[in-house]
């Protein structure tokens, strides 16, 4: 049963053009987002993230949105560089004392020159 | 310094050896983390340690032994495997009274189990 779900494995992106990376989730009690970025050959490296309380949240090039009545995320990223070729990891957070991270499967973005 | 290391890169064992994954930081992070990473696949938690202590045990078979010798140290022992055991295993480390998340990664240990 994933409750974090990336349905799309693969985007490919123009160069100079907005990425927008979809996340769903099934686990209401999640109350905090986040995105994370892998390169080959190495760990994944936080980007950005949202609390539950919030709707969007901006960060430079990066924005995630947040729609909790469709228990749904965006990840836009604009304008998009051949540097953020890489998969792209949503994860949430449950309210809770455990507290552990729930990945999903990942989006591999390709940004093309 | 907000490096997690790791070693080895790579790792090549048959079913019958004993073999250690080593993780260190020092950021001061008081959680540490292992995750098992499949291709194609989301990271899974395995183990966390707070504190030193193991604080989440994710039903994780007993040929993984976690250790976590001090603040900055963790290692992950590894006997008698299976095949399907091979995947790259992620350390991590965070702030464990921040609860946001945040992990920081290494780079991993890429394990083949022949």
């Known amino acids: 049963d994933q409750q974090v779900k990336q349905n799309s494995p693969s985007l490919s992106v123009q160069e100079g053009r907005i990425s927008i990376l979809n996340c769903d989730y099934t686990?209401?009690?999640?109350?905090?987002f986040l995105w994370y970025k892998k390169y080959p050959a190495e760990g994944p490296t936080f980007l950005i993230s949202i609390s539950s309380i919030k709707d969007k949240n901006e960060d430079g090039r990066f924005t995630v949105f947040l729609n909790k009545s469709a228990k749904h995320l965006s990840l836009h990223i604009v304008p998009s560089q051949p540097g953020d070729s890489a998969v792209y990891f949503c994860a949430a957070i449950s309210s809770g004392s455990a507290r552990q991270l729930t990945f999903g499967s990942g989006t591999q973005l390709t940004v093309l020159p | 310094d907000t490096e997690v290391t790791q070693t080895p890169k790579h790792l090549v064992m048959g079913m019958t050896n004993k073999k250690s994954l080593k993780c260190e930081q020092h950021?001061?992070?008081?959680?540490m983390y292992w995750y098992k990473q499949k291709a194609k696949k989301p990271p899974e938690l395995m183990f966390v340690y707070s504190y030193e202590k193991l604080s989440i045990n994710e039903s994780v078979p007993s040929r993984f032994s976690p250790e976590c010798p001090n603040s900055s140290l963790l290692n992950l022992h590894l006997h008698a495997l299976q095949p399907e055991d091979s995947a790259l295993y992620l350390c991590?480390?965070?702030?464990?009274?921040?609860?946001?998340?945040?992990?920081?990664f290494g780079e991993g240990s890429r394990l083949t189990v022949l």
């Open positions: 991590a480390s965070s702030q464990w009274d921040r609860n946001t998340g945040e992990l920081f």
């Open positions: 686990n209401s009690m999640f109350d905090y």
């Open positions: 950021m001061g992070h008081r959680a």
